[in-house]
Structure formats: C-alpha cells, structure tokens
C-alpha cells in the first residue's frame, strides 16, 4: 500500500497575498458552516457582512454588519467577493444582480433549476472581468483530484467506460423535509445531489456529454411512502413535531436527533417526508454517452443502507476504482496483471473534503486572474447534463445535449 501526496492540481493554487473581504448571502446549514470553518478562518479573508432572509445565525459572526436583504451587501463598496448559498432557484437572480455590482461570485452548486436560467447566467457572464466560481467542492478534494492525475496520466489507458455509485443514507434527513422536495424549488434531485458526481465523471473522461438516457421514480419518500406506512395519503401540512409517531418513524427529526444525540431546534424543518406535495424522484439510473466515445453509469439511491461515494473506470490497460469511505485508490494493471492501492493518509477536517482547497483556489484566481479548477463552463456542463437526464426520466427520451 503506497501513500500519496498533495495532487498537481492543488500544487498549482498556492496563496493569494491579499486580503479579500467577503459578503456571504445565506446562512442555512451549508452557508453558515462553510462560512465559519472555512472563509472565516483564512488569513487572507475578512468577512465584512452577512446576510440571511431569515436572519439566521447571526449571532455566530459578533461585530459583522448583518442584513435580511442580500442587496444590501452587494451595495457595501467595502465588499470584494460574495459567498452565495441561497436555495437554488434564487441562483440566477443574485448572481446577475452581484455581476451588475462588480463582484467576485464564489456560488454553490448547482448553476440553477433550469436552462433558461443557466444560459441567461452564461449569457451574462462572457467577458466579465471578475472571478465566477461554482462549489464543485470534490474537484478539489485530494482523493478526487489525485485520481484525476492518474487517470490524465494514462496509468490505466484510455478511458473507455466509468461506473459510479451514490449510496444516500441520509436521503430523508437532507432532502425530504425541507425545500429540496419539490420540483418547484429544486426540479430534481440529480440537480441537487447527483451534480457532485456527474461533474466529476464530466471531467474524469475529459469530454463533453453527447446523449443521455435515464430512469427514476419515488419508491420510499412521498405519497407512496404515505400508503405503506399510514394506509393513506398525509397532509402536506403534517410536520415531525406534531406527528404521532414521531418517536419512532425512522425519518422523524425529532427522532433522529434523538438517536444523534443532538438537541432539537424549532427552526428545523420538519414536514413529513411522506407528504404527496413530494415530487421529486428518490432512486435514478442515468446511462451517457461522451464525445469522446466514452460511455457511464450513474446511479443515485436516497434510501441506502450506508454511504458510500464510489467510482470505477475501465481503460484499455486497466482499472481504476476508489471510493470516499476508505479513500483508497486500487489500480489493477491489465497487461502486466498486477494491483496497487494508494492510500490518502490525509483527514479531512472540513464539512466536506475540498472546502480549503476550494476557497484557496478562488482566491489564487481573484489574484492571478486565472481561471478556477471549477469554472463557468464545467459547472454549465454538469447542470445541463443533470437536466436532461432529468427530461430523460420525465418524457421516457433519449436526449442530446
């Protein structure tokens, strides 16, 4: 078993040398960890103003101006970079609004909802002279990024066929009680979740998405769900704290904060996962085809059993497998028969792996100019791809992108 090091992606980034002062708009889970584990403790960051429309965790950023109204911060002439991590449908909007303000944009992924609203982002985007950077946050974590070095480095040959799996334990705990339920809000899951995934599968094979075919449904969350747990459909305005079998339905908050050990907190959304109002898919099988005759399978389960994250290629002279659990990289060389593994002894310590890597290559950007390892058309090419695996599902379609 052979260790590995810091990957050539992320030897590349080095340090900013300046100071840059961050806006941060949105102050949800991932908003207001990122914000104090990550920006907040880098020393090239100051973090001038937050805000969150629900004034939200506020008090975790003593002495910072704070607001409810994300305009005003992008009307603060002492803000240089905004940290966007708003629901995804809100996107577009305070995208274009920080571009009409000269801001540098860090933004979460995905780009948003729709086409429309990705081109009209794309669209205004050319020729701006500031740094755009979506959260593709793996590209940067060094497991990841290490296996885009040896599969760039053609240790295993050309790539010919990828194999990746998302296994989601937490599936009703992250996406089933609150906005990421609805196709209104979030259109589909893939979009929300999968994007992570098929991003990197995106920029593993090293080509543009040409076809896609793709399947999906709900089989635990929802109305079905409703039928085979309470005999009938349950109001959409049924939430945990009020439910009367909150102490021991698997999916209830309550209960789960229980079994976590965690107090509950009332600003917790709570509405049932097995509300009808639930309409966007638990379980998808997306099959792509790449320009470069590179061809992948992806499944997304929200009810599995464990997590696991994993990812294996097939070359012309080998494999490749890896996964985040035991963040080991297994080579088996077709030609020479034989196997090794590469080890990454480096814990991460982050919400999720890549965040430091993330925010240190935005900020090499805004100094250098150059463009992020997670860019306006890589993060273009993942929604778009998520899209229409979705319209795949919907319309039973083989669709071209």
Wanted: proline share 3%.
């Amino acid at each position: 078993m052979t260790p590995y090091g810091e990957s050539a992606i992320l030897k590349k980034m080095g340090g900013s040398g300046m100071t840059v002062k961050f806006g941060i708009i949105g102050l949800g889970n991932r908003g207001y960890k990122y914000t104090l584990r990550t920006i907040q403790a880098h020393k090239d960051v100051e973090i001038k103003m937050v805000c969150d429309a629900l004034g939200h965790h506020f008090d975790l950023f003593p002495g910072v101006l704070n607001t409810t109204d994300y305009r005003e911060v992008l009307a603060n002439p002492e803000v240089d970079a905004i940290f966007i991590a708003t629901p995804d449908d809100t996107h577009a909007e305070i995208i274009l609004a920080a571009i009409e303000a000269d801001k540098h944009i860090l933004c979460e992924k995905p780009l948003e909802i729709s086409d429309e609203r990705i081109t009209l982002i794309e669209e205004k985007l050319q020729g701006y002279n500031k740094v755009f950077e979506v959260g593709y946050v793996l590209r940067y974590a060094r497991t990841f990024s290490r296996v885009k070095d040896f599969l760039t480095s053609g240790i295993i040959g050309r790539v010919i066929m990828a194999d990746v799996i998302d296994h989601i334990q937490y599936g009703g705990y992250a996406f089933f009680h609150d906005w990421h339920r609805t196709r209104a809000k979030a259109t589909s899951l893939l979009l929300q979740k999968a994007t992570h995934s098929l991003d990197l599968i995106n920029w593993y094979l090293d080509s543009d998405p040409k076809n896609v075919v793709a399947f999906g449904d709900l089989a635990v969350f929802g109305e079905v769900g409703a039928i085979e747990k309470f005999g009938r459909p349950v109001p959409d305005t049924l939430h945990c704290h009020e439910c009367e079998i909150r102490d021991v339905c698997e999916e209830s908050i309550q209960n789960l904060a229980k079994e976590k050990n965690i107090n509950w907190s009332d600003n917790w959304p709570d509405s049932c996962v097995f509300n009808s109002e639930i309409d966007v898919d638990d379980h998808q099988t997306v099959m792509i085809r790449y320009e470069n005759g590179a061809k992948a399978t992806y499944q997304l389960c929200q009810f599995a059993a464990y997590y696991k994250r994993e990812f294996h290629f097939f070359g012309t002279k080998g494999e490749l497998y890896f996964d985040d659990v035991t963040n080991q990289i297994v080579i088996h060389d077709r030609l020479k028969a034989e196997t090794l593994t590469y080890d990454n002894q480096h814990l991460e310590q982050q919400m999720e792996p890549g965040d430091e890597e993330q925010l240190a290559d935005f900020l090499a950007a805004i100094n250098t100019g150059k463009s992020p390892v997670s860019n306006l058309t890589s993060s273009v090419q993942a929604g778009r791809l998520a899209l229409a695996a979705q319209r795949s599902i919907d319309q039973e379609t083989i669709e071209h992108i």
